[in-house]
T-cell receptor, first 108, second 115 residues
Framework: KNEVEQSPQNLTAQEGEFITINCSYSVGISALHWLQQHPGGGIVSLFMLSSGKKKHGRLIATINIQEKHSSLHITASHPRDSAVYICAAYNAGNMLTFGGGTRLMVKP | DTEVTQTPKHLVMGMTNKKSLKCEQHMGHRAMYWYKQKAKKPPELMFVYSYEKLSINESVPSRFSPECPNSSLLNLHLHALQPEDSALYLC??????????????FGDGTRLSIL
């Protein structure tokens, strides 16, 4: 069992829908990183958080340390949001454990 | 625009070739990382450099040879690769190694194909 689990693995949405991607982890972490990877390959940092909630534009990330759970929300989804979203947990030594990724497709 | 620059973006090579991947960052970061990512899988750590010294080698075959000539530059020398080495190779950097809550910044990767 992976120490960082994401759900769903695949997600198809219609443009404008509210999207939630979940991430659960079973190990102690110092922080959690939400990343976005487009088909071209490059990984873009969305949020790094260790508590509470962060918001940037249409993206919102939350984390509940007690429940070892984080969510990434996309409001008013758009086809350009189509990508793979990866949650990755930092341990105390700042090494990353990656989740399996969520493949999101937003249809016009 | 990524702050970690990787070249080339694509590389096709034969199993007997020798080639190198290059990664550069000018953020003053002292830790640099190489990851390998197969299709539809998460990245897997290969090497970590801290202050230009190799800190972690995740049992990577010797046909992959990393080099950190200075604090801004990280190379990955390739020789006698196998078809299963075809993957996306990602470089990342962070302010320090082993210090918590320092984000890793990723490059766009080099997509490597071994014929």
């Amino acid at each position: 069992k992976n120490e960082v689990e994401q759900s769903p693995q695949n997600l198809t949405a219609q443009e404008g829908e509210f999207i939630t991607i979940n991430c659960s982890y079973s190990v102690g972490i110092s922080a959690l990183h939400w990343l976005q990877q487009h088909p071209g390959g490059g990984i873009v940092s969305l949020f790094m958080l260790s508590s509470g909630k962060k918001k940037h534009g249409r993206l919102i990330a939350t984390i509940n340390i007690q429940e070892k759970h984080s969510s990434l929300h996309i409001t008013a989804s758009h086809p350009r949001d189509s990508a793979v979203y990866i949650c990755a947990a930092y341990n105390a030594g700042n090494m990353l454990t990656f989740g399996g990724g969520t493949r999101l497709m937003v249809k016009p | 625009d990524t702050e970690v620059t990787q070249t080339p973006k694509h590389l096709v090579m034969g199993m007997t070739n020798k080639k190198s991947l290059k990664c550069e960052q000018h953020m003053g970061h002292r830790a640099m990382y190489w990851y390998k990512q197969k299709a539809k899988k998460p990245p897997e750590l290969m090497f970590v450099y801290s202050y230009e010294k190799l800190s972690i080698n995740e049992s990577v075959p010797s046909r992959f040879s990393p080099e950190c000539p200075n604090s801004s530059l990280l190379n990955l020398h390739l020789h006698a690769l196998q078809p299963e080495d075809s993957a996306l190779y990602l470089c990342a950097s962070s302010q320090d190694f082993g210090v918590s809550n320092q984000p890793q910044h990723f490059g766009d990767g080099t997509r490597l194909s071994i014929l």
